[in-house]
């Protein structure tokens, strides 16, 4: 269930309200071509406005799973991963409290404490950038790497059952510097400097606690998934992504939450974090009917090319007159289909980036794959078969990944995972 | 008794006591004294996310004497430490506060007065509370003292670093003024780490009859200036002119005579001055951290000794000046706040053991050189170490600044 009610309200009726600062962005998605149905079309599914109220703001406490899963994506995210630098069980106690507390405040839209103190030979607490600025949806959600559960901290014993580093899969490129972690941030915003203010100001409470230090970090934009409602938004490849991803509450509860073990983890989900590196220039340069048949897709409709609408049912076993799939036996959305991988689905909620231009003069740029799962094992089954044929691997290459256990929101009172520790 | 702030009402959490903080004039609302248990008053405080944040005493007047002060956050996110405080100065505190943690405690002594209980972060930030009784015989002064005499130890620990830079300078200097180039490559690093130990200390020396403006008066402009930041109008001087000829161009000129003669004296100006200083703790503070921005902005770059790559020998003698700021001011700090006193003490022990792994004794100056590849390979990692120690050293000066 969602653990707020505030949030499922306005999901199911989205309202507008003028934020503090009377801004209110509008944007027509889908408009750009009308020879192909679009999702407008399809009231089930699309949000003709998908508008951003800045003045939305979601519940932190909560009795079921932690916002920023099941949460509508928002427009922007920054992610961070942290390694543990105290090997002192009380140190992460802390850490986890003081983060979550500092989370409830800025999920409000709220300092952390005071940006310009009154002792003159005091650091700031908050650093500031987000003052005035409204809440805009902010979730933080906070996950936990394996090596919180060792011996270290005393929480070898409440290990989730899953919880473990994914195996190697083919055309893994990972680099170290994009890899691991201990801990992870996931801050997503419909304004990305609330999102910034978050993780930064987060990051500095890890470090001055002694807890926590900084591993790597991607900043998103332009949410590469749909919440249900939500229409359709578009990859760096300039297709669709997230057409067939979980919508619905049965669907959430048969995929995405853990349901057994210790009753802390319960509504848990294991985070898997995949940076993806998009050689953009050279799929730039494809042939669109190749682009088409490297996806599976049509590329303005989001359609199958088996279909004619977004939300058509692929058919794998349609074929042409030469006897040849339709949609090609290498083709992406064949591969990872759930028809094709004995029912197996999982979250994605991916986000967009660009880091510049890299050493070579390329633009480096890509998607921040993000998934949530009640198995670790289901994200692998997937990759391993798109990893080993999917057309797109010549377009794209794994360089960064990482596993996180998400425990449940805390109660108001309490703070994330604090249950494990009893 | 003296009440802060306008009326107020508060609730308290625990249900025994409905807490009512009335306007200055108007009789206490619990004119009862904290109990006595184990020796010390007992007071609790109880922080609530009511009213945006709100912090209640279950007892606002204590006997003089020993008084334990019991905290737990149960749902205040918005605050995280209390002080106690005399006239703005710190008595005691705790921080790291957030819902769900335990109830933490500390024990002052108190003599008769009024003192301020402070949250930071709540809706009413400051509460009085009251001590019946004797004031205390002497000003406590016992953390100031403390913190006083680790300013002397520091003062000494600056001059017997400028000694060590005068005749580690003059070294360099008969090194040049024979043309040697391998030993003047070689005492190089060794009078670069004096200057980096105590950089912080001297920066801001204006000669006399000079505009604080003007470069051609500022003593650190004239012997550490790089590259980077020249003013076209003094033109280069100092230790990395010099490292330019030694190291770039491989040779000894007469400028390069005329460079070690005028850092000469200018270290010999600068050994002068710095024993007329007199620091105060919050000075040691800020000096530590201002030696810390120094390795992140220049020697983690490997800009500050970009032609000999010494920044590592740079890197390390900036930790050590401010490992003695900080060591200086630890017996004062801990009465202060020993947690805080024990995070810098771990996250310097950190930085001191990874630098340890950088050491070479064939090296002039004891440590590897800071090439491209090394940089490229370690920056991240020693930038990382040195960012755990800025944050919790940022917390000191405050507390310092304000020791009783």
């Known amino acids: ?422 | 008794m003296q009440r802060p702030s306008p009326c107020r009402i508060l609730i308290a959490a625990t249900g025994l006591t409905a807490l009512f903080v009335l306007a200055p004039g108007a009789f206490a609302h619990d004119s009862a004294p904290a109990p006595i248990a184990n020796g010390a008053s007992q007071v609790k405080i109880t922080l609530t996310g009511d009213n945006g944040g709100t912090c209640i005493l279950d007892h606002t007047i204590a006997k003089a004497g020993p008084v334990t002060f019991s905290v737990t956050n149960k749902t205040a996110t918005a605050i995280t430490e209390i002080e106690l405080q005399s006239n703005n100065r710190i008595l005691g505190e705790k921080e790291n506060l957030a819902p769900g943690l335990p109830t933490v405690s500390f024990t002052v002594t108190l003599g008769g007065g009024a003192y301020q209980i402070y949250c930071p972060g709540a809706a009413q930030e400051t509460q009085t509370f009251t001590v019946t009784g004797q004031a205390a015989a002497a000003a406590t002064g016992g953390t100031a003292a403390i913190l006083a005499d680790g300013t002397k130890g520091y003062a000494h620990y600056v001059d017997g670093v400028v000694d060590g830079m005068v005749t580690a300078v003059n070294r360099l200097k008969v090194a040049i003024d024979a043309g040697d180039l391998a030993k003047a490559q070689a005492e190089y690093p060794q009078a670069r780490l004096f200057y980096e130990r105590i950089e912080s200390d001297v920066e801001g020396f204006v000669l006399p009859g000079f505009k604080a403006t003007n470069n051609a008066g500022n003593l650190d402009y004239l012997v550490d200036m790089r590259a980077s930041n020249l003013d076209p109008k003094v033109g280069w001087h100092g230790f990395h002119a010099i490292e330019r000829d030694l190291f770039r161009d491989h040779m000894i000129g007469s400028n390069t005579r005329t460079l070690a003669a005028e850092l000469q004296a200018n270290v010999g100006r600068l050994d002068k001055l710095v024993k007329t200083l007199e620091y105060k703790p919050e000075d040691l503070a800020n000096g530590a951290a201002d030696l810390l921005e120094e390795v992140q902005s220049s020697k983690i770059t490997g800009e500050e000794e970009s032609f000999s790559h010494y920044d590592l020998v740079d890197f390390a003698a900036n930790i050590e000046g401010a490992q003695q700021a900080f060591a200086f001011l630890a017996p004062g700090l801990e009465k202060i706040d020993p947690d805080l006193t024990k995070r810098v003490q771990m996250q310097f022990a950190a930085v001191t053991t990874l630098l340890d792994g950088y050491r070479d004794p064939t090296v002039p100056g004891g440590f590897r050189l800071y090439t491209a590849e090394l940089k490229a390979s370690d920056a991240t990692k020693l930038s990382r170490s040195i960012q755990s120690l800025q944050e919790p050293l940022s917390k000191i000066a405050e507390k310092v600044a304000t020791a009783h």
Not at chain 1, 376 to 402: M, V, W
């Open chain 1, 1 to 422: 269930m969602p653990n707020d009610d505030k949030r499922t309200s306005e999901t199911r009726h989205p309202h507008l309200r003028f934020s503090r600062r009377g801004l209110l962005v509008g944007v027509a998605v889908g408009s750009a071509g009308a020879a192909v149905p679009y999702a407008t079309a399809q009231p089930a599914h699309g949000d003709a406005e998908d508008r951003i109220d800045l003045a939305r703001q979601h519940a932190f406490y909560g009795a079921a799973e932690q916002a920023g899963i099941r949460t509508l994506p928002q427009r922007h995210i920054f992610y961070m991963t942290f390694d543990l630098t105290s090997p002192q069980r009380r140190d992460l106690q802390v850490l986890l409290a003081r983060w979550s507390g500092a989370i409830a405040q800025l999920m409000k839209g709220q300092t952390i404490g005071q940006v310009e103190p009154d002792r003159s030979s005091a650091a700031g607490f908050d650093t500031g950038e987000a003052l005035a600025l409204d809440p805009a949806s902010l979730t933080v959600t906070v996950g936990l790497g394996p090596n919180v559960f060792t011996d270290t901290y005393g929480l070898a014993g409440q290990r989730p059952a899953l919880l473990r580093a994914l195996e190697q899969l083919p055309s893994d490129a990972l680099k170290p510097e994009f890899t691991g972690g201990d801990l992870s941030l996931q801050a997503c915003a419909d304004d990305p400097q609330v999102a910034y203010h978050a993780v930064r100001d987060l990051a500095r409470i890890a470090k001055e606690t002694g807890t926590a230090a900084t591993r790597w970090t991607v900043m998103g934009f332009g949410r590469a998934s749909a919440g249900k409602g939500q229409a359709t938004p578009r990859n760096l490849l300039g297709f669709k992504d997230g057409t067939r991803n979980i919508r619905e509450d049965a669907d959430f509860e048969k995929f995405v939450w853990v349901k057994d073990g210790p009753a802390w983890q319960r509504h848990g989900s294991y985070q898997i974090v995949r940076k993806i590196q998009m050689h953009i220039e050279n799929w730039d340069t494809d042939r669109v009917s190749d682009q088409n048949n490297v996806i599976g897709r049509h590329k303005i409709s989001g359609a199958p090319l088996t279909g004619t609408e977004e939300f058509d049912a692929p058919d794998f076993h349609k074929v042409k007159s030469d006897g040849s799939p339709v949609i090609p036996d290498t083709a992406h959305i064949r591969l990872a289909a759930f028809e094709n991988n004995d029912g197996v689905r999982i979250l994605r909620r991916s986000y967009n980036y660009t880091e510049g231009i890299n050493q070579f003069g390329f633009l480096d740029a890509g998607l921040l794959f993000i998934a949530y799962q009640n198995d670790p094992a289901h994200f692998e089954t997937l990759q391993r078969k798109l990893g080993a044929a999917d057309a797109l691997n010549e377009y794209i290459s794994h360089i960064g990944s990482a596993i996180f256990f998400v425990p449940p929101a805390p109660l108001e009172g309490s703070y994330i995972a604090e249950s494990m520790f009893a």
